[in-house]
């Protein structure tokens, strides 16, 4: 019995000119994309990675190094200090900003009057530019601003604080409340600064709105059965959070706290705005440093050395995002 010989496929794997025809035409409609992300996304990764194992200033020609600016990038205490600064970020503002995003979804998740105002009230910080923000909340935190204002008609023995340029960490100043100290080069033990903590609070504000959507569209996924059946059961409204809410997001928490993770590692924009890394380096981070050093904002640029600290700083995220995605994502598959 003869058996049917499939046709060979021509060019483009197809087997006729009208086939060819519109494959052509498919390929000329995305190819302004595909050019864009050859160009801009591909050949700058590899440029920036050719850069990083060479020394350039932008008006030389580059000389090649090795991994010197690695080992550079690595045995830099500046390059230290932000990151040991962008690691206390992490951990107060990711944990923050979920439970507060969690805790505005379960909120706006009540059929309740007037849930819709607070729904957009709540989120409009998101869709804020984050320069008018950072300028709203240097005034905020001025000597003589409105903060220091609203704690002064509070307390009657309150001193005004220069939140933006008080460079003590909140465990060195436990510390010398209770009569100790933390010594200079124990940074990291010395905690996060008062004004870093006060770019966290602007951090926090202005990025729970949007994690409270995410969170707000997975709840309204859930099946109303499950919580009809826990009523009936007679369980409380805590149990049936704990018991069935929280569960249930899981995917959601695992990309809320991804997604909050890489922003953080990333975050520029306020203490470009605000900061400038100040004062006394406690809110310099590595994306803003990687911004100084590329474009010689204190000295010559040294853009194989940015380029060094750029993908050190990628490395890091990766292994933060992997461990997350291990111990958070475990399990979720019972819940898509």
């Known amino acids: 019995m003869a058996t049917a010989v499939p046709p060979r496929r021509g060019f483009l794997g197809l087997g006729n000119r009208r086939a060819r025809a519109e494959a052509l035409s498919a390929y000329f409609f995305i190819a302004p994309y595909l050019i864009i992300t050859l160009v801009f996304t591909i050949g700058v990764l590899g440029?920036?990675?050719?850069?990083?194992?060479?020394?350039?200033?932008?008006?030389?020609?580059?000389t090649w190094a090795g991994l010197d600016?690695?080992?550079?990038?690595?045995?830099?205490?500046?390059?230290?200090?932000?990151?040991?600064?962008?690691?206390?970020?992490?951990?107060?503002?990711?944990?923050?900003?979920?439970?507060?995003?969690?805790?505005?979804?379960?909120?706006?998740?009540?059929?309740?009057?007037?849930?819709?105002?607070f729904?957009?009230?709540?989120?409009?910080?998101?869709?804020?530019?984050?320069?008018?923000?950072?300028?709203?909340?240097?005034?905020?935190?001025?000597?003589?601003?409105?903060?220091?204002?609203?704690?002064?008609?509070?307390?009657?023995?309150?001193?005004?604080?220069?939140?933006?340029?008080t460079p003590q960490g909140l465990i060195q100043l436990l510390?010398?409340?209770?009569?100790?100290?933390?010594?200079?080069?124990?940074?990291?033990?010395?905690?996060?600064?008062?004004?870093?903590l006060a770019l966290m609070f602007q951090n926090i504000f202005t990025t729970a709105p949007t994690f409270m959507i995410l969170f707000l569209a997975a709840m309204q996924d859930i099946p109303s059965s499950l919580y009809e059946a826990a009523s009936l059961d007679g369980a409380s409204r805590w149990q049936t959070f704990r018991r069935i809410t929280v569960p249930m997001l899981r995917p959601s928490i695992l990309l809320v706290v991804v997604l909050g993770t890489i922003g953080c590692f990333q975050i520029f924009d306020?203490?470009?705005?605000?900061?400038?890394?100040?004062?006394?380096?406690?809110?310099?981070?590595?994306?803003?440093?990687?911004?100084?050093?590329a474009l010689g904002v204190?000295?010559?640029?040294?853009?194989?050395?940015?380029?060094?600290?750029?993908?050190?700083?990628?490395?890091?995220?990766?292994?933060?995002?992997?461990?997350?995605?291990r111990y958070i994502e475990r399990g979720t598959e019972l819940y898509y």
């Open 119 to 165: 729904r957009t009230l709540f989120y409009a910080p998101s869709v804020t530019s984050p320069v008018v923000i950072s300028l709203i909340f240097f005034w905020l935190y001025l000597r003589t601003g409105y903060l220091n204002f609203g704690f002064s008609q509070l307390l009657s023995t309150w001193q005004p604080i220069e939140w933006l340029n």
């Open 175 to 196: 510390a010398q409340a209770l009569g100790g100290d933390i010594p200079g080069s124990l940074y990291l033990l010395r905690g996060p600064s008062v004004t870093w």
């Open 270 to 293: 306020q203490v470009k705005i605000m900061t400038a890394g100040g004062p006394l380096d406690t809110t310099m981070v590595p994306v803003y440093l990687i911004y100084t050093e």
């Open 298 to 325: 204190a000295g010559p640029p040294r853009m194989g050395f940015a380029a060094a600290m750029a993908f050190i700083l990628a490395a890091i995220i990766f292994f933060f995002t992997f461990i997350q995605r």
């Open 69 to 117: 600016n690695y080992v550079k990038a690595l045995a830099s205490q500046k390059f230290v200090r932000a990151l040991a600064n962008v690691f206390w970020y992490v951990a107060i503002v990711v944990p923050a900003q979920t439970i507060l995003a969690l805790f505005l979804a379960s909120l706006l998740n009540q059929k309740v009057r007037g849930s819709q105002l």
């Open 47 to 62: 440029f920036a990675i050719f850069i990083s194992f060479n020394n350039f200033d932008l008006f030389t020609t580059p």
